[in-house]
């Protein structure tokens, strides 16, 4: 269990990272290019799955799909025509490829045909419960995203889930973007049907370092398990809220205060 005595310290780094001076140089800033809807999920969805690496990489690479996609990704994903694909060719990020990207947009254009949102994606089985379990949202959407006919296989290992025992640092990061709306600036706050009381902290190696050091994670190994503990203890310091403190710990380990 989470020590009280460390609440106030990371509130106050909560506050002290949580501002809109974090946005320029973290892949949240590519979702805030947008105003609507739709393109902030896209780009947000995508420099989730994107974001392993440099930032300023991730940044730039996302900036460039972007402009491959005629600077509204939304419009060129539902409206394009198939030889309009052929700009997204050579797109590449580490293991990401052009393959990968193109199944993407297949799911996108599928979804937005038959949703409004990309928030209903995460909702299937659980369109009518109040308090949404993430575990099951996560395995029902990575069955749904590859239910197109003929999905490549390799495209697989970039959609994370807890029943292959990942922690889904990027996908929770994604949804903390979407769902969390504190009038700070960063989230977004755009889905209202998912709560953040029920999201589970990105536990990545700047998170996962600095939370041992306070006692928040305690399991040796590295999985979905750990992203739990982790959550549970931040949910004693704000059941309410618990990722918030994604910032304070992720700020403190890129940071190095610790």
């Given at each position: 269990?989470?020590?009280l005595n460390i ?178 600036g960063v989230d ?66 890129v940071e190095r205060?610790?």
């Amino acid at each position: 269990m989470a020590d009280l005595n460390i609440k106030d310290f990371l509130d106050a780094k909560v506050a002290c990272y949580n501002k809109p001076s974090f946005i320029a140089t973290d892949p949240i800033c590519i979702p805030h290019q947008f105003t609507d809807k739709q393109n902030r999920e896209i780009m947000g969805f995508i420099a989730s799955i994107l974001a392993w690496g440099q930032r300023k990489t991730i940044i730039n690479k996302c900036n460039e799909l972007i402009q491959r996609m005629d600077g509204d990704p939304y419009a060129f994903i539902m409206g394009h025509k198939d030889i309009a694909l052929k700009q997204l060719l050579g797109f590449k990020h580490r293991t990401f490829n052009d393959t990968d990207l193109l199944y993407f947009v297949s799911f996108f254009r599928y979804h937005y045909s038959k949703f409004d949102s990309l928030e209903d994606a995460f909702l299937i089985g659980q369109e009518d419960r109040l308090d949404v379990d993430i575990a099951l949202a996560l395995n029902n959407f990575k069955e749904y995203f590859f239910s197109l006919p003929d999905y490549p296989w390799r495209t697989r290992k970039h959609i994370s889930s807890p029943q292959q025992k990942s922690t889904c640092k990027r996908i929770n990061m994604f949804l903390r973007w979407m769902v969390r709306n504190d009038k700070q600036g960063v989230d977004f706050g755009i889905w209202k049907r998912l709560s953040p009381r029920n999201l589970i902290c990105p536990c990545d190696v700047h998170v996962e370092r600095v939370a041992r050091k306070f006692g928040l994670i305690t399991l040796p190994k590295v999985d979905w398990r750990t992203a739990m503990e982790l959550t549970e203890n931040l949910r004693f310091l704000d059941p309410e809220d618990p990722v918030k403190y994604d910032f304070a710990l992720f700020g403190l380990g890129v940071e190095r205060e610790l």
